[in-house]
């Protein structure tokens, strides 16, 4: 491991790999079962237009659970989970590339990494939001009175299967519709894990003397990652709204739906879902770079390196 004033930092080689890919995907899983809730709301609020269904995160919350049921909440989840090979696709990349910049500061490796992990991830997770996210509108599309959506649900009961939506699209538009929004989606998610992983290796470090004076390593590791996912939700979040909408059926151009955005709903548009979006980004960041620690601590392959791995971060 690497020693950084005081800071032990767990690389990838100190890794039992079979352990570490194996316990990564069954703790995330739990994470994403937990937290998928808010993704969905987060969806919702962006698809929507000025026919205002829901006035923020918790009445959506609300009346989403009172008119669908719990499920309601959890529509698309199976599907969605299928990202989570592209998860493991990205934390291989990132730890490899990472590993490979050790001449440079730790925020130059986490913004270079993290950017280049969500690009080649992205390619799977594309394909997976359109789907998921077609679900998580479902039978609500009229009701939020998004057009692009409903022209999938036009003349069905609106309660269609994944296999169905995914024969809708391939019919509309090809291969290319599971790929809709893939441009921006790389535009949205490759800087946003870019500056969420520069922000967080790039805070931690800085915090070495609270932790010389006691305050427990995952508080800050969870401090950084707060600090992190409020940093790069705040910046990107316009352009995940015209991720989002994208994906979900519009037919214009990128430029041709910012102005769309822009002339129907005002500058104010490009900030929907942004509430919802930092509910489940705070709370995400938590537990991912808390879980994302321990994992890796109790896959240390040497014994050396357990007897250190409660000051470890990576």
């Given at each position: 491991?690497?020693?950084?004033?005081?800071?032990?930092?767990?690389?990838?080689?100190?890794?039992?790999?079979?352990?570490?890919?194996?316990?990564?995907?069954?703790?995330?899983?739990?994470?994403?079962?937990?937290?998928?809730?808010?993704?969905?709301?987060?969806?919702?609020?962006?698809?929507?237009?000025?026919?205002q269904l829901y006035?923020?995160?918790?009445?959506?919350?609300?009346?989403?659970?009172?008119?669908?049921?719990?499920?309601?909440?959890?529509?698309?989840?199976?599907?969605?989970?299928?990202?989570?090979?592209?998860?493991?696709?990205?934390?291989?990349?990132?730890?490899?590339?990472?590993?490979?910049?050790?001449?440079?500061?730790?925020?130059?490796?986490?913004?270079?990494?993290?950017?280049?992990?969500?690009?080649?991830?992205?390619?799977?997770?594309?394909?997976?939001?359109?789907?998921?996210?077609?679900?998580?509108?479902?039978?609500?599309?009229?009701?939020?009175?998004?057009?692009?959506?409903?022209?999938?649900?036009?003349?069905?009961?609106?309660?269609?299967?994944?296999?169905?939506?995914?024969?809708?699209?391939?019919?509309?538009?090809?291969?290319?519709?599971?790929?809709?929004?893939?441009?921006?989606?790389?535009?949205?998610?490759?800087?946003?894990?870019?500056?969420?992983?520069?922000?967080?290796?790039?805070?931690?470090?800085?915090?070495?003397?609270?932790?010389?004076?006691?305050?427990?390593?995952?508080?800050?590791?969870?401090?950084?990652?707060?600090?992190?996912?409020?940093?790069?939700?705040?910046?990107?979040?316009?352009?995940?709204?015209?991720?989002?909408?994208?994906?979900?059926?519009?037919?214009?151009?990128?430029?041709?739906?910012?102005?769309?955005?822009?002339?129907?709903?005002?500058?104010?548009?490009?900030?929907?879902?942004?509430?919802?979006?930092?509910?489940?980004?705070i709370p995400f960041?938590?537990?991912?770079?808390?879980?994302?620690?321990?994992?890796?601590?109790?896959?240390?392959?040497?014994?050396?390196?357990?007897?250190?791995?409660?000051?470890?971060?990576?």
């Amino acid at each position: 491991m690497q020693e950084q004033e005081g800071i032990r930092i767990i690389e990838w080689k100190d890794l039992n790999k079979t352990k570490f890919l194996l316990l990564n995907p069954a703790f995330f899983f739990g994470i994403r079962l937990f937290l998928y809730p808010t993704s969905l709301v987060k969806t919702r609020l962006q698809v929507q237009t000025k026919k205002q269904l829901y006035r923020g995160v918790w009445d959506a919350l609300f009346k989403i659970s009172r008119q669908e049921g719990v499920r309601g909440l959890y529509k698309g989840f199976f599907v969605n989970s299928f990202g989570m090979i592209s998860g493991q696709v990205y934390i291989i990349t990132y730890e490899l590339l990472r590993g490979s910049l050790s001449d440079y500061t730790p925020a130059f490796k986490g913004f270079v990494a993290g950017g280049v992990a969500s690009l080649l991830a992205q390619s799977i997770t594309v394909p997976v939001d359109v789907l998921s996210q077609y679900k998580m509108v479902q039978g609500a599309s009229e009701a939020l009175g998004n057009q692009d959506a409903l022209r999938i649900f036009k003349g069905q009961s609106q309660q269609l299967t994944t296999s169905q939506i995914a024969k809708t699209i391939f019919m509309e538009n090809g291969i290319m519709g599971f790929y809709r929004g893939y441009f921006v989606s790389l535009m949205t998610f490759a800087p946003s894990s870019a500056i969420w992983w520069s922000c967080y290796s790039g805070l931690l470090p800085s915090l070495n003397p609270a932790l010389l004076l006691g305050f427990p390593l995952v508080m800050l590791q969870a401090f950084s990652g707060v600090t992190a996912a409020v940093i790069s939700s705040l910046l990107t979040n316009p352009i995940d709204v015209i991720r989002t909408r994208l994906q979900v059926g519009s037919r214009r151009t990128f430029m041709g739906e910012v102005y769309h955005l822009l002339r129907s709903e005002g500058v104010m548009g490009l900030t929907k879902g942004l509430s919802a979006r930092l509910t489940a980004a705070i709370p995400f960041s938590i537990c991912v770079i808390v879980t994302y620690e321990f994992v890796k601590k109790v896959s240390l392959k040497s014994p050396e390196a357990k007897i250190n791995r409660a000051n470890s971060i990576s």
